[in-house]
């Protein structure tokens, strides 16, 4: 909360094609909170993609088109504030003062270090350990109220509200205890290629992800492969796992609910539900696909929106690090 404003913030990490894991899970959700009167801001964490070693080139273009993907989807920066992490400092440095109230056996804890530290055996380095705690700055920084984000987030949302509250509870009120918005049907798009494991940026199997910017053949191909479950009926439930991820996508781009689908299908196999699903997706991710190619054709522009972007989230940043600093005991 900022006087009587309520606040959004969330990131998305360029570190990698984004998905329409992404897409339903994430960024199609930050668009109606301005509407909505929420002051939001929209980060590009470039910050914790280094967690993870990135080639340089590849960091930069996928900053540009992270960005360029926030306007194709529809924040207007106008309405939204849309940055990139490492242009504002205050990120780093309110990071490093969580880090002394985070505990390492909180962090220890968080799952998706002890997967990343799995994948990545010969880099686990001391920021993918912290990733967590510099999340949760992000956050407090702009005294967020709602964080909209996939499930997989959940728990980091978790520590970021106990972090703050322990900060609170040291030194009397300074940050906003944050509270996650996860819309159900879509929490978590899980692969094509395997139902069981969450659709990943980072997975080497290109068939197993559906990326925000593949052409029309390629999203359709890719469904028409998808893993389903034995039967033939379209039908939600536990033991048709695959056939559910494809319900929750195609109600996603349709608007359908689970009965609509359900009926829709009776009767027809897998083959005809898997056409639908993947016309639907590319269809409903066209616009997107237009509106991309336009703006990542223009760096001038996306620089200057990063640039002002950059000094607005940098003064609301500033008011919660003069307080910060102020109540740690920092001189001046
Ligand atoms: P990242 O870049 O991995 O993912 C960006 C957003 O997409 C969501 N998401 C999914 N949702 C549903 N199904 C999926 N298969 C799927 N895959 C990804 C993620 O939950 C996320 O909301 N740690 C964050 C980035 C971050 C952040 C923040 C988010 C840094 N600071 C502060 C919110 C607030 C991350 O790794 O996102």
Redesign the pocket.
Known sequence: MIGNEKIV?????P?GNL?I??Y????RNFTGFAEEGYKTFY?V?DL?AITVRQVPADLRRRTYETLALYLACGLDEKKNTLFVQSQVPAHAELGWILDCYTMFGELSRMT?FKDKSAKHAENINAGLFT?PS??AA??LLYQTDV???????KQ?LELARDIANRFNQVYSDTFTVPEPYIPKT?????SLADPAA????SDENQNAVVYILDSKDDVIRKFRRAVTDSGSEVRASEDKPGVTNLISIYRAFTGKTVEEVEREFAGKGYGEFKTAVGEACADGLAPVREEFARLIADKAHLEEIMKAGAETASYYARKTMSKVRRKIGFVG
């Open positions: 913030f969330s990131g998305v990490q570190s998905t894991g992404n339903l899970g994430a960024i980060c964490v914790h998706q990733y510099l999340m992000d956050i964080v909209p984000v996939g499930v997989d987030q980091h879509t929490m978590k798009i899980m969450k659709m990943s940026k």
